[in-house]
């Protein structure tokens, strides 16, 4: 099996593992892998492609981290618009979490405390990770 058969299977298997951690630096290296196989197809040796690896890779690692300090505070900002917003809840299970439907998609959501009313007009109070925190408040009161 030639080597650059190996840098892309594990280039895919990065890629799939990418997607549950959604961190990106999984990502970087992956295309860093890919330039690997792609350097071994030309006809590169095992040392250029090792090398070429490692650039692309800390390259890439260093871009998606420059990425998310400089997308932070955009990202906080988004949390902050959630802050006060009404949902409605489409589901309470029996754990004490809930489905609610805001900004047209499915979310899944908690309450802020387990004394805290479970109602079908909720607003959000906080956010953490993508789950929605909720309470009730005069506001959504009907």
């Known amino acids: ?28 290296i992956a295309v860093a ?12 040796s095992f040392l250029v492609q090792f090398v070429t690896t490692g650039v ?5 690692c260093f871009i998606a981290y420059y990425y998310q300090q400089a997308n932070k505070e955009k990202h906080q900002t988004q949390i902050e618009f959630d802050l006060g917003q009404r949902v409605l809840v489409l589901k309470w299970n ?11 998609s499915q ?14 007009e909720m607003v959000i109070v ?9 309470d009730t408040s005069q506001e959504a009161s009907p």
């Open 94 to 104: 029996d754990d004490g979490s809930a489905r609610v439907s805001y900004r047209g």
């Open 56 to 60: 692309l890779g800390s390259a890439g």
């Open 126 to 134: 906080r956010v953490q990770g993508s789950t929605l925190v909720l």
């Open 33 to 44: 892998f890919i330039a690997g196989g792609l350097v071994d197809f030309l006809g590169g």
């Open 107 to 120: 979310w899944n959501a908690i309450a802020a405390t387990p004394q805290t009313p479970r109602n079908k």
């Open 1 to 28: 099996m030639s080597a650059w058969v190996i840098w892309w299977v594990l280039a895919l298997i990065l890629i799939g593992i990418e997607m549950l951690s959604g961190t990106f630096y999984l990502l970087a």
